[in-house]
């Protein structure tokens, strides 16, 4: 259940949009189902009193879509911002990704936001489903309703939340929280653990099933290339779909490689992904050495900081000690 | 019609896969999947695999051809093997209907050989759907749930499986299973067929109607000034095609090796930015021309081409898996809505 409702974001951006502060507003758009949500641009206060809608289901990081959007107006542009989709947010306009003075901010409390596919994978069939403190009630079409524990059918990303802070915005809906001590990486630790044939086998056996729709690239805010080395012909990398495991695995590790600094751990490309292959992990691996190698780092945290991997100084470790300080798991 | 006990499905795919390599759909940590049958996989109880059953008529990449130099020659190598008999078990409705929409592509002429050897050894097991979903749509499509097409089509009760041969080769198939099977009369199916069909008439998408589009309508919709919004958020990812079970587009390349060339043919989606480029540019230049391509393909270029059928088998997959949850649904709804 979130703490703002729906009414609060809806009179904000009417606010906005009546005064001819912004012209657009980046939110939310119902669909056919309860879970069903679509990231939409709405023009009017009569279009967000009927189609926009705020609840446990708005997972979607906005972020990315500001590149596009500033593009194509001189006009303000009201965005509704979760705090982990601030992260992101800072990281485009250190990157000089999208002009900041075309974009009111508005900064949202989030409780966390449910996994429509665990919900499914309990439901056969779904009708509604609505939220009773720490429950989640669905309604199906066969087996009356289904009384679910909400951290049940939380994402990893929302279990292990890093950050309840929103480090930007212009204007903040509901209450800041504080940055998270979270146990974001235990799984990535329970990874490192593994023999190297372990862990090569456990990847494999993910990446195996990657069907190369690139959603997890598509959908990802450090993902912004004009075009991306996978989509030109002329690279000699191009594959839309892979030959053999082995290119599967070169695109996602090149992926990683390539945002590794940048990645703030939305886990949008946990959360796209039609093939459940849990992507975000990689990204933590880069991140937790990044830490552990240079000092604590979130990429995002401020606007204009200097990514450790892309600053170098003497003092930095060399690649023999990075070896080892990983435990040779590096 | 012949019938086996739920708790005999195991000495039933024995028999089966004796006719042929099984593949049945089983449940992973990322859902449901066919798998080559083996003694202790057990039949998944999802309604349907998250990828379609296209992929064993339709790879996501295969290879074509070699082609090996010497000199100043070059040898062309055919590296297609015989394709086995093979039973797919399983399959729902609409995803039978896609192999009809995918032949009416592959079969025509010229007649693509690759897809035609496997087409023609394959066996189909159908299975009607007890438990439809919410995003099911099929009958807006003229597909019957309850009474999926194939070579044997199957009906599931609490404790019984039921087996009727609709073809040649599924009678052929029921007669090899006859020693695990028995007769059986077509009450409880019967029964069966009135509950799905008072399920289907209940789905929130039941009043869907295609009746707008079909042959045609090209210039109807063309230009209509919804597809700004409706493709406003899309990502230009390949999910929806990939899923779909009758998305049949590819592109073909070659492969320098080091020791030669091979020639593979993959997936390709219209969604994708580099997707049919010309040597006079790419043709569809913004994401909304891209995603306008891929509904009038399902909805109007593929029924005018083909005798009124579309192209879209309501399977729901693209509802369940577009990253951000825009599909054909809210295309129809949209578009069909604004013609008078």
């Known amino acids: 259940m979130q703490e703002i409702k729906r009414e609060i974001l809806i009179s904000k951006a009417s606010e906005m949009l009546n005064s001819g502060a912004v012209d657009r507003v980046l939110g939310w758009k119902k669909g056919e189902f309860d879970y069903d949500i679509t990231p939409a641009i709405f023009r009017t206060a009569d279009e967000l009193e009927k189609e926009f809608v705020w609840n446990d289901f708005c997972g979607a990081n906005f972020s990315k879509y500001l590149v596009k959007e500033t593009g194509k107006s001189e006009n303000k542009i009201l965005v509704f911002l979760k705090p982990c989709d601030t992260y992101s947010f800072n990281q485009l306009l250190t990157e000089h990704r999208f002009d900041r003075e075309k974009v009111y901010a508005v900064g949202v409390s989030c409780d966390g936001m449910l996994d429509a596919g665990r919900i499914k994978a309990a439901a056969d069939g779904i009708s509604a489903v609505h939220e009773d403190g720490d429950k989640v009630i669905v309604d199906t079409l066969y087996d009356g309703s289904l009384t679910l524990d909400r951290t049940a059918v939380l994402p990893d990303r929302c279990v292990n939340c890093k950050s309840k802070k929103h480090v930007a915005y212009d204007e903040l809906l509901g209450s800041d929280g504080d940055v998270i001590d979270s146990a974001r990486f235990d799984e990535v630790e329970k990874i490192e653990k593994m023999t190297p044939d372990e862990r090569f086998a456990f990847w494999q056996n993910e990446l195996s099933r990657c069907i190369r729709c690139n959603a997890c690239r598509d959908v990802c805010p450090a993902c912004t290339c004009e075009k991306c080395v996978f989509d030109n012909p002329n690279s000699g990398v191009e594959n839309k779909a892979a030959a053999n495991s082995f290119e599967e695995k070169m695109f996602h590790v090149i992926r990683a490689f390539h945002v590794a600094g940048r990645c703030t751990d939305c886990g949008e490309c946990s959360r796209v992904c039609p093939q459940h292959i849990p992507l975000h992990l990689l990204n933590r691996k880069f991140i937790k050495d990044i830490d552990n190698f240079y000092g604590e780092y979130q990429a995002g945290a401020e606007v204009g900081s200097c990514a450790p991997i892309v600053n170098y100084t003497t003092e930095d470790l060399e690649p023999g000690e990075a070896v080892e300080r990983g435990d040779g798991n590096a | ?232 958020s899309c990502l230009g ?48 230049l913004t994401q909304l021309e891209r995603f306008r391509q891929r509904f009038m393909h399902k909805l109007v270029y593929y029924p005018t081409n083909n005798d009124g059928l579309f192209s879209c088998v309501g399977c729901g997959r693209c509802l369940e898996k577009c990253p951000i949850q825009m599909n054909i649904v809210k295309v129809m709804k949209k578009l069909g809505g604004s013609i008078k």
Request: aromatic share 10%; hydrophobic share 35%; proline share 3%.
């Open chain 2, 237 to 284: 990812c390949g999910t929806c095609t990939f899923v779909c079970p009758t998305c049949q587009c590819y592109d073909i390349k070659d492969f320098n090796t080091g020791h030669g060339v091979k020639r593979f043919r993959c997936w390709d989606s219209c969604m994708y930015s580099e997707f049919t480029k010309m040597s006079a540019g790419q043709p569809r």
């Open chain 2, 1 to 232: 019609m012949r019938k086996v006990s739920l708790d005999k499905l195991d000495l039933l795919f024995s028999a089966i896969s004796g006719a042929g390599t099984l593949y049945i759909p089983v449940d992973t940590e990322a859902g449901s999947k066919y798998e080559k049958w083996e003694s202790g996989k057990t039949l998944s109880n999802a309604l349907n695999t998250v990828r379609s059953a296209k992929d064993f008529f339709f790879p996501q990449t295969e290879n074509l051809m070699d082609f090996k130099m010497e000199g100043k020659s070059i040898e062309v190598i055919d590296t297609r093997s015989e394709c086995e008999d093979f039973v797919i078990f399983g399959v729902r409705a609409c995803d039978v209907k896609s192999f009809e929409v995918l032949d009416r592509v592959f079969l025509a002429d010229p007649v693509d050989s690759y897809y035609k050897n496997r087409r023609d050894h394959a066996v189909i097991v159908s299975m009607a759907c007890t438990k439809p979903r919410e995003t099911c749509f099929c009958g807006t499509f003229g597909i019957d749930a309850a009474n999926p097409d194939g070579d044997v089509v199957c009906y599931k009760t609490d404790d019984m499986l039921y087996m009727d041969a609709k073809t040649e080769k599924g009678a052929k198939l029921l007669e090899k299973l006859a020693s695990v099977t028995e007769e059986s009369d077509d009450t409880a199916v019967n029964e069966q067929k009135k509950v799905i069909a008072e399920r289907l008439a209940k789905l929130p998408l039941a009043e869907l109607s295609a009746e707008a589009f079909g042959s045609g309508k090209t210039s109807v919709f063309f230009d209509a000034p919804e597809w700004k919004e409706l493709s406003e």
